[in-house]
Every structure is written in C-alpha cells, then in structure tokens.
C-alpha cells in the first residue's frame, strides 16, 4: 500500500521547525545551519513516513489546568522523594516492573500517558504494547503488591485528566462512567490473582451435548 501524497506546504511548517531545532542542537544561529536542517528535514518528512496521529476535536482547558497542576506537584515531591531513598536506602531499595492497561487505544493519548509517567523522578516506561495499550512501568521502592497497585491506580488518575482534557468522547464516557460508579475500569489486584475455572455442567448444557 502506498503512502499517501501530501502537498509540501501542508508539510512546510514542520520542514522549518526541523531546520530551527537542528541550529538549536549544534547552537549555530546561521543561515548555512538553518538550510541544512531544512534539507535534513525535508528528507525525514518525506522519506520516513509516519501515520498521522488522529485528534479528537476537543480541548477542556480546566482539566488540562488541573492536569498540569498534578503533574508538577508530582514533580516536585518525587524529586525529594527519589533524593531521600538514595540517601537513606542507597542501593538496597527494591524496585519493580508493573503492567498498566490504559482504557484508551488512541496512539495520541498513549503517548501522553506514557511521557507524563516517564518524566516523574522514580519512574520509566520501559515497553508500550500498542495492541493492549499496556505501558510497562519501571518504579522506584515498590515493596509489595499494594504499593505496586498504588502506583497502577495513580497511572490510571494520570491518563484520566488526559482523557476528560482531550481525549475522545467514548474514552470521556468511560471515565465518568467510572466516577459515578466509584471504581476504576479494569480487574482489580483480587481479581487478577484469582485462578480462571470452568464452568461446571449445568442440566441445561448436557441436554445441549
């Protein structure tokens, strides 16, 4: 299947952006380094295609102010927080790997999600399995399992606030839906450590047979 053909000036303020940030990286401010970015550019944008990334055609400023709000202070007391373990706990603190299945598929928002979690001192996305939207989180002092399911819930809160500031209708119909039953989606711990069985034989089911 062949790439679309996109005109170049659709592309064109992407093509200048690229030469700005290649003078940037080389901390040259001249029209020489400004060209070369712009071929460099022009040679990413049309040769190395990537799919478009699909809006959803909605923006709440309010909850994006309290997205970003929450992100800061995340911010912050994680910084203090990861500075006290390597002083007190040093190479001793117990780290671990946890899978977060996100509710949205949306590329978009994945992203998001997983670069809001990543830049929080303690943390790192290690691996995003896109045909799950699972993002496998690496955290810093996690000792058992509920301090493992705090930090899935709070990756749950994050990619909540992402969703009700831009994210589809469907995706906000899920969150509120959540809010209003008091539970977030997915299996809890208990039910993902409780064994799958079989159902048993039922009269109806041997007739069926």
């Given at each position: 299947m062949r790439r679309p053909k996109t005109p170049l000036l659709v592309e064109l303020p992407l093509i200048l952006f690229l030469g700005l940030f290649w003078m940037a990286?080389?901390?040259?401010?001249?029209?020489?380094?400004?060209?070369?970015?712009?071929?460099?550019g022009t040679i990413i944008v049309?040769?190395?295609?990537?799919?478009?990334?699909?809006?959803?055609?909605?923006v709440n400023p309010f909850w994006g102010l309290l997205f970003l709000l929450r992100f800061m202070t995340k911010m912050v007391l994680a910084s203090f927080q990861v500075s006290w373990l390597a002083v007190v706990k040093g190479?001793?603190?117990?780290?671990?790997v946890i899978a977060i299945q996100l509710r949205s598929h949306d590329d978009f928002?994945?992203?998001?999600t997983g670069h809001a979690l990543a830049l929080v001192p303690g943390s790192l996305v290690l691996d995003v399995d896109r045909t799950t939207a699972t993002l496998y989180l690496h955290a810093l002092n996690v000792t058992d399992d509920h301090a493992a399911e705090k930090i899935r819930q709070?990756?749950?809160?994050t990619e909540a606030l992402l969703i009700r500031t831009l994210g589809?209708?469907?995706?906000?119909?899920?969150?509120?839906?959540e809010a209003r039953l008091g539970r977030v989606a997915g299996l809890s711990k208990a039910q993902r450590d409780t064994p799958v069985t079989a159902p048993k034989d039922t009269p109806d089911t041997q007739e069926a047979r």
């Open positions: 990286l080389w901390q040259s401010f001249d029209v020489g380094t400004f060209l070369i970015g712009v071929v460099y049309r040769v190395f295609y990537l799919p478009p990334l699909r809006g959803t055609g909605r190479p001793r603190i117990r780290n671990s928002l994945i992203t998001l709070d990756a749950l809160r589809s209708r469907s995706d906000l119909a899920v969150v509120r839906a």
